[in-house]
């Protein structure tokens, strides 16, 4: 019987097998940050140890940085204590750090592509549940806790009980104005929250091959949000071309001969999978959440579900009251306050490429706060070197420095109560952009047009003869 | 890591499901260095008005409820990897959590920190929810080396599932970082041939 992709890599990576299912998985990168392992480095030490490849660690600070005046002292005092505590540790244990100000420095699972330290096959981990973005390269990448990070630091290794797998197709060409992030939430409103849980999951079939690889990041990146383990895309010459040149990519013949070996890496036809899925892209629309979870998900144009359409009209109920929303309503036309452009889902490139070419020239709606937040120094320097910015600040846009900002309001971005963000980040829970905070999670085209509309639009009627309008 | 063998405690019912650690504890309250007092900030937008006030309609803040065992509905834990959900839970004074079903990271997590989590049926699920409502004071009891979480006073008992790894680490208070360490020989052999590209 042939492997699934996810097993070629996986079984590469077993140090051995323990009695009991669980396995010893080796782990090629840890990417660590400010919130997740100040407890970890605490472990080390008081284990009195070292970290045992410390050449394999890459750190950066994200989570709680400000996006305001990066060069001046973070103000607030719990953030700042976090950030030096990571400097601290980086320099203490010897471990490479793009902290703030860094020219590298920005959202942990948007650097690490860009910088070439993600490729084919490897075992990524970090404490950081949107670590399965980096699957988009064909790697085997998933969130830990503190605890495992600190075994990370201890022995490169962790013990973990193998995921079952999961294959989801989705044939077939997408719409104009359709874009990823449709994609992946239109398959966690058909899953829910736990239909991936469990399971590590491939993404398969003519629309998914036909994505870019920073589109195909936001499809890995909200595995999570389906309670799977994490997600993969088979590497092909999309993925071969994307990391060729970059930092940390092999050169010259080392790189003819990582291609031999990623080429390697697919799902055999005779591979069985655990669980299937097959969807079609043309039944997939601008897609929009209206309740508390990322599996609350609908097409623009359809209406929030009722009571007797869902399996639990409590948690319906529930939601709907903390979002302001009735049972059975259309959100088309709804008022939106604020539009957040960010986050390790969509602040790449050519995030900020989609939503300035609709921008251009308009100007956003009076009553509409807009924020783009890129997820690196280097997005920021490309999208400053490409005109972006200026594009963006003429229609009304406030360019920040990057981090994760309003996706999870640790900072002070923050979304005020009871107002209405459109949000192109990953998760929608009750009080995740700040306490009281209503947030409905969009792509970045969706997103640049409500932010121009003021309200809730249907993507592809902005769009003439595949131009925008 | 404290061990865990057997439990009996009343119980505090949490009737919501898909609780995510957004909600067990809020993002702006990761800020701390070190694994103690989140549990202060324990489902502090549920426990707690933007003034700080305690809502009275939330469990933890009605005195009819206590207990080391929190028992909720389907699918506890999504979301956000923080380890400090688990560390908030053990904080606050919990020892074991039971659902019809975990997420993933959750469970590790909580696995990691001598929180034990109880997977039961949704028929059991039910029927617990049901024996709190009558009373209150009904104690639960889990025995981790029977495998098993009974309702005192009732025939109402079940079995549940954990991996034989974790279920002696729990019931030694070891955890994974020494077994890997005692396993760094292997660790070694495996870098001299892990071919890497």
């Known amino acids: 019987m042939g492997k699934t992709l996810f097993e070629k890599v996986w079984d590469r990576h077993v140090v051995d097998s323990v009695e009991g299912g669980q396995e010893i998985l080796y782990i090629d990168k840890h990417l660590i940050h400010e919130v997740t392992s100040p407890q970890a480095f605490d472990g080390i030490r008081k284990r009195g140890i070292d970290i045992f490849r410390k050449e394999r660690i890459v750190a950066t600070a994200d989570h709680n940085v400000p996006t305001k005046d990066q060069h001046l002292p973070i103000k607030d005092y719990l953030s700042r204590l976090q950030v030096d505590t990571l400097t601290q540790n980086c320099e203490e244990f010897g471990i490479e750090l793009f902290g703030l100000g860094h020219k590298y420095q920005g959202i942990v699972h948007v650097i690490g592509p860009e910088l070439g330290i993600t490729k084919p096959g490897m075992t990524i981990v970090c404490g950081d549940s949107h670590t399965s973005t980096h699957g988009a390269f064909g790697a085997i990448a998933f969130g830990i806790g503190t605890s495992q990070v600190e075994q990370v630091m201890a022995t490169q290794c962790l013990l973990v009980q193998r995921p079952k797998t999961m294959r989801i197709t989705i044939d077939g060409e997408l719409g104009k104005g359709i874009y990823s992030k449709d994609i992946i939430l239109y398959i966690i409103s058909k899953l829910s929250t736990s239909g991936g849980t469990g399971h590590f999951v491939e993404y398969a079939g003519s629309a998914i091959r036909s994505l870019s690889m920073e589109a195909r990041m936001t499809i890995c990146n909200m595995s999570i949000e389906m309670g799977a383990r994490g997600g993969m895309i088979a590497p092909d010459e999309t993925t071969f071309e994307y990391i060729k040149g970059r930092k940390h990519a092999p050169e010259g013949e080392k790189f003819d001969k990582a291609v031999a070996y990623w080429s390697s890496l697919y799902s055999d036809d005779d591979a069985v999978f655990d669980k299937e899925y097959t969807f079609s892209a043309e039944d997939i629309e601008p897609m929009i959440t209206y309740g508390t979870n990322p599996g609350m998900g609908i097409g623009v144009t359809q209406s929030i579900p009722t009571k007797d359409e869902v399996k639990s009209p409590a948690a319906l109920a529930k939601s709907l009251e903390y979002m302001g929303l009735q049972e059975g309503e259309k959100l088309l036309g709804r008022k939106i306050d604020h539009v957040f452009i960010g986050s390790c889902t969509n602040s790449r490139i050519e995030d900020l490429r989609i939503v300035a070419d609709y921008v251009k020239g308009k100007k956003k709606a009076p009553h509409i706060n807009a924020m783009i937040v890129p997820g690196s120094k280097q997005v920021e320097a490309q999208a400053i070197e490409e005109g972006l910015h200026e594009i963006l600040f003429d229609a009304g846009f406030e360019l920040r420095g990057p981090g994760c900002s309003a996706c999870l309001g640790m900072n002070e971005d923050k979304i005020p109560k009871g107002e209405y963000c459109v949000s192109t980040s990953n998760r929608n829970y009750e009080g995740r952009q700040g306490p009281g905070a209503r947030t409905m999670l969009v792509s970045p085209l969706t997103a640049a047009i409500i932010a121009v509309e003021g309200h809730v639009v249907d993507a592809r009627e902005f769009i003439n003869d595949g131009e925008l309008v | ?197």
């Not at chain 2, 999504?78 to 074991?96: I, K, M, N, Q, T």
């Not at chain 2, 039971?98 to 696995?111: C, H, M, Q, T, Y």
């Not at chain 2, 709190?132 to 029977?146: M, Q, S, Y």
Request: glycine share 6%; proline share 4%.
């Open chain 2, 1 to 197: 890591m404290e061990k865990f063998k057997t439990l009996t405690s009343t119980v505090v019912p949490l009737a919501v499901q898909d609780v995510d650690t957004d909600q067990i504890i809020p993002a702006r309250f990761l800020k701390a260095t070190t694994r103690e007092g989140f549990g202060e900030n324990l489902f502090r937008d549920w426990r707690y008005d933007q003034e700080g006030n305690p809502k009275p309609d939330f469990v933890l803040n009605q005195n009819t409820y206590s207990g080391s065992i929190l028992v909720a509905e389907d699918n506890f834990g999504c979301g956000s990897s923080r380890e400090h959900a688990a560390w908030a839970l053990v904080d606050y004074g919990f020892r074991a959590v039971v659902s019809s079903f975990f997420a993933d990271i959750f469970k590790g997590n909580a696995l990691n920190n001598g929180l034990l989590p109880v997977q039961v049926s949704p028929e059991f699920l039910k029927a617990m929810f049901a024996e709190i409502n009558k009373d209150a004071n009904t104690p639960v009891t889990i025995n981790l080396e029977e495998q098993t979480i009974e309702i005192d006073g009732t025939d109402l008992k079940e079995n549940f599932e954990i991996s034989s790894y974790k279920k002696m680490c729990l019931l030694n208070g070891y955890d994974d970082i020494d077994f890997l360490l005692s396993n760094k020989d292997k660790i070694e052999a495996f870098e001299q041939s892990h071919q890497e590209f």
